[in-house]
T-cell receptor
Framework: DAGVTQSPTHLIKTRGQQVTLRCSPK?????VSWYQQALGQGPQFIFQ???????QRGNFPDRFSGHQFPNYSSELNVNALLLGDSALYLC?????????????FGDGTRLSIL | DQQVKQNSPSLSVQEGRISILNCDYT??????FLWYKKYPAEGPTFLIS?????DKNEDGRFTVFLNKSAKHLSLHIVPSQPGDSAVYFC????????????FGGGTRLMVKP
């Protein structure tokens, strides 16, 4: 039973560039959420995708956008990268039709901005 | 405004003893609470959860207690093992927060042999 998989594992970009991170949810899950975790802090919610639409969004600028595909996989896009975007980006999947179900996380993509 | 707080950044416990990790929240609309464990270079691993209609949930060595009046939850690990050494995050969701998880800052647990 495959868990949540994310790619790439690590990524180095420079300021102003654009980046795309990818996520495949756990088998049987249809909802994908993205989180940003800065060093020494808890993860911060970016947005959640369900039925190929953004269902909920956290306090992140429009530079952060996403997409969900018919097979439930998802992408996170960040434009005009800033130094402060350096963080671990985590993807989590869950069953969208049910509330009060745990989200299961991948191992993340470590993004470094130079 | 931090809605979920873990006031102890670290905790050290002897192997075999009880570990108690604490978490406080301010949003009374939260109705689902979770604990995650995180090892370096890995994503958070779900441990245990509790709905606001309960005050206790057990799963093996792990028990979560919820005190809604105090807006406080705790995770008890008995007996603690060296493999439990990790960073533990509490998280909450529900109410006006919907499905998004709001995390605390984490507590680093060290279990000494």
């Amino acid at each position: 039973d495959a868990g949540v998989t994310q790619s790439p594992t690590h990524l180095i970009k420079t300021r102003g560039q654009q980046v795309t991170l990818r996520c495949s949810p756990k088998s049987g899950h249809d909802t994908v959420s993205w989180y940003q975790q800065a060093l020494g802090q808890g993860p911060q919610f970016i947005f959640q995708y369900y039925e190929e639409e953004e269902r909920q969004r956290g306090n992140f600028p429009d530079r952060f956008s996403g997409h969900q595909f018919p097979n439930y996989s998802s992408e996170l896009n960040v434009n005009a990268l800033l130094l402060g975007d350096s963080a671990l980006y985590l993807c989590a999947s869950s069953l969208g039709g049910s509330f009060n179900q745990p989200q299961h996380f991948g191992d993340g993509t470590r993004l470094s901005i130079l | 405004d931090q809605q979920v707080k873990q006031n102890s950044p670290s905790l050290s416990v002897q192997e075999g003893r009880i570990s108690i990790l604490n978490c406080d929240y301010t949003n009374s609309m939260f109705d689902y609470f979770l604990w995650y464990k995180k090892y370096p270079a890995e994503g958070p691993t779900f441990l245990i959860s509790i709905s606001s209609i309960k005050d206790k949930n057990e799963d093996g060595r792990f028990t979560v207690f919820l005190n809604k009046s105090a807006k406080h939850l705790s995770l008890h690990i008995v007996p603690s093992q060296p493999g439990d050494s990790a960073v533990y995050f509490c998280a909450a969701s529900g109410g006006n927060a919907g499905n998004m998880l709001t995390f605390g800052g984490g507590t680093r647990l060290m279990v000494k042999p």
